[in-house]
C-alpha cells in the first residue's frame, strides 16, 4: 500500500463498476443471488437488530427509506420485502442496473438513484424516514462530515441514520500472520491500494486499485453530532456472522472474532486473547424541528 495524494479520482468508480458486474456470479456466496430470489434475506443479524432498535421494535413497513451506497441491491430488496418504499442510491451504474434486474426478479419496487454520496440531489431532501447504509461504506468517502450532512438533509424531523459498518480498528489489519497493520484508526489522507480477487470471491480473476480513507468511531460519531443528528445508540461489535477481516475464521459458535497474540495466563494455562470490535452499529436521529428532543430522551 502506497501514501500518496489525491490524484486516483476515477479509480473508486471504476472499481465498484467492475464489481457490480461480478458480484452475485459464479462462485460468490457472499451475494447468495439464489437465497433471495428463493425470498430469503441476506441481511445480517446486526443489520437486522440495528433496524428493530431504531424502529423501536416496529420494523419497516409504511416507512421510506433510502439505501446509501446500495450496490447491487441485496438489503434493498430485503427492506422493501419487510414492507419500506426503498430509494436505493449509488454511484455506479452498473451496480444499480444489477439492483433493477434483481428487484424485477424478486418481485419488489425500488426506486433507483444515481449519485455520489456526498453530493445527494436536491431532489430527495427531506424525504425519509430512515436513511440505511452498511458493511464497507466509509473507507470510501474521504469527507466524512459532507456525508453525515447529506444524511441528515434527506432525513425528516425524528428520522433515524442505521449505519453498521466495519468497525475502523478491523480495517486497520491486512493480514493476521504475519500480523500486518497497515491502515491508519483515524483519518489520514487518502490511501492507495492495489490487489486481485474480491471480498466476495478472493480467487476472482480482477484486479484493481483504489483510494480508501479511515475515519475512527470518533470521527464518524462527531460527524453525526456536527450534521445535527442526536446518537441514540453506538455499540462496537466483538463478533459478526462473517468474516469481516477477510483473513477471519468462524469459531466453534460459528462467529467471527478479531484476536490478537496471546490471552492472559490461568493457573499455568494461556486463555485465548480477548476479542477486538469487528463491527459497530451507529443510530442517529434527525432533531425533531418542533420540540428540539430526540425520542430517546423523550421516553
Ligand atoms: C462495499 S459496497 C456496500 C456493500 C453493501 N453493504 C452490500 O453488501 O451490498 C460499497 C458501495 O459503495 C458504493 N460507493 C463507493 N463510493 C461511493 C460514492 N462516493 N458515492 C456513492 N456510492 C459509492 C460502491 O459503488 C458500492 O456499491
Redesign the pocket.
Given at each position: 500500500m502506497a501514501l500518496v495524494d489525491d490524484e486516483h479520482s476515477g479509480a473508486?468508480?471504476a472499481h465498484?463498476e467492475a464489481?457490480?458486474r461480478f458480484h452475485g456470479t459464479g462462485d460468490d456466496s457472499y451475494?447468495d443471488l439464489d437465497l433471495l430470489r428463493s425470498g430469503g434475506t441476506?441481511l445480517g443479524d446486526e443489520e437486522l437488530d440495528a433496524i428493530k432498535r431504531a424502529t423501536h421494535g416496529d420494523g419497516l413497513e409504511g416507512r421510506d427509506v433510502l439505501h446509501?451506497?446500495?450496490?447491487?441491491?441485496?438489503?434493498s430488496i430485503s427492506m422493501a420485502r419487510m414492507g419500506a418504499t426503498v430509494t436505493a442510491?449509488?454511484?455506479?451504474r452498473s451496480?444499480l442496473d444489477r439492483l433493477d434486474e434483481l428487484a424485477r426478479q424478486c418481485g419488489v419496487d425500488i426506486t433507483t438513484v444515481e449519485?455520489?454520496?456526498?453530493a445527494l440531489p436536491g431532489s430527495l431532501s427531506a424525504r425519509f424516514d430512515v436513511v440505511y447504509s452498511?458493511?464497507?461504506?466509509l473507507c470510501?468517502?474521504s469527507d466524512i462530515d459532507a456525508w453525515m450532512g447529506g444524511v441528515a438533509r434527506v432525513l425528516r424531523p425524528g428520522g433515524k441514520l442505521v449505519l453498521v459498518e466495519l468497525h475502523p480498528l478491523v480495517t486497520m489489519v491486512e493480514s493476521l500472520d504475519p500480523l500486518i497493520v497497515d491502515f491508519p484508526y483515524r483519518f489520514d489522507g487518502p490511501r492507495v491500494y492495489s490487489g486481485t480477487g474480491s471480498?466476495a470471491n478472493r480467487g476472482a480473476d480482477i484486479e484493481w486499485t483504489t483510494v480508501q480513507y479511515a475515519h475512527s468511531v470518533g470521527e464518524v460519531v462527531t460527524a453525526a453530532v456536527r450534521a445535527g443528528l442526536t446518537c441514540t445508540y453506538l455499540e462496537e461489535h466483538t463478533s459478526g456472522t462473517f468474516n469481516t477481516g477477510q483473513f477471519l475464521g468462524p469459531e466453534d459458535d460459528d462467529r467471527y472474532r478479531l484476536r490478537l497474540g496471546a490471552g492472559a495466563e490461568r493457573d499455568g494455562r494461556r486463555e485465548p486473547p480477548c476479542p477486538m470490535p469487528v463491527l459497530f452499529t451507529f443510530i442517529g436521529e434527525k432533531l425533531d424541528a418542533a420540540s428540539g428532543i430526540a425520542d430517546a430522551e423523550r421516553s
Open positions: 473508486n468508480l465498484w464489481m457490480a451475494y441476506l446509501l451506497q446500495c450496490h447491487i441491491g441485496c438489503d442510491v449509488d454511484f455506479s451496480a449519485a455520489d454520496a456526498v452498511s458493511i464497507g461504506v470510501w468517502i471480498y
